[in-house]
């Protein structure tokens, strides 16, 4: 998305525009990348608020939530864990989902993997059944 934004936005709007979400586009990439370097965070945290700031003159302000401004943060933040992928939540959230699997409190871990197995038993006969590919 980070390489693929600026792309998609380069003839359908205009250039200023264009030149600001490549500058937001930039600043995610090289924030997610996999060897973070000291004097590029500190090159981030000064150039994300230009950014945000030129960012305010183009669109309107309801634009800008509380989520939005969070970004002048995560350059900070990267610096103390390290590359942002070490301590991303994406895998622990996708298994949140599996508190809705305890039957048994007293023992809720058992009962979580067993429903787990059970899920991906089912998923694997469903797809055998309707002839799919068993391999994923």
Known sequence: MQKLLPLALQKSTNKRIHSILTELCTFFCVL???VLKLEELKLLEEKISETLFTMEKLFSPG???VMVLLVTHLAIEAKLPGPVHY???YRIERYCTLKSYVCNRACSEGS???AYIANECLAFCSRYL???DLRS
Do not use: A, L, R
């Open 32 to 34: 997610c990348s996999k």
């Open 63 to 65: 634009f800008f939530t």
């Open 87 to 89: 301590h991303w939540m």
């Open 112 to 114: 979580i993997s067993e």
């Open 130 to 132: 309707k002839g799919g």
